[in-house]
C-alpha cells in the first residue's frame, strides 16, 4: 500500500545535526555577554516598555460599541 514506508526516505544529514542540536541545545549553552543581554532585553526592557504605553494609553481608547464614524478616543 502507498505511504506505509515513509520511514525508508534517506534523512538529510544536516536536518539531523539541527534537531540534536536543538535537543541537547542546553548542554551547550553559555551565558556571554550577548546571551546577557539578549535577555535582559526580553525580560526587562520589552515588559517595562509595555507596560509604560499601556499605563500613558489607559482609559484613552473606547472600543466597545462604537458605530460608523464614531471616534475611538475619549478625550
Given at each position: 500500500m ?8 534517506a ?5 539531523l ?5 536543538t535537543t541537547?541545545r542546553?548542554?551547550?549553552?553559555r551565558?556571554?555577554?550577548r546571551t546577557a543581554?539578549?535577555?535582559f532585553m526580553?525580560?526587562v526592557?520589552v515588559?517595562?516598555?509595555?507596560g509604560?504605553i499601556?499605563?500613558?494609553?489607559d482609559g ?7 458605530r460608523?464614524?464614531?471616534?475611538i478616543s475619549?478625550?
Amino acid at each position: 500500500m502507498a505511504g506505509l514506508e515513509h520511514y525508508r526516505i534517506a534523512m538529510d544529514p544536516a536536518i539531523l545535526k539541527l534537531g540534536e542540536m536543538t535537543t541537547n541545545r542546553h548542554k551547550y549553552f553559555r551565558w556571554t555577554p550577548r546571551t546577557a543581554r539578549i535577555t535582559f532585553m526580553y525580560c526587562v526592557v520589552v515588559p517595562t516598555l509595555l507596560g509604560v504605553i499601556a499605563y500613558k494609553t489607559d482609559g484613552k481608547y473606547d472600543f466597545r460599541a462604537k458605530r460608523k464614524g464614531d471616534l475611538i478616543s475619549e478625550f
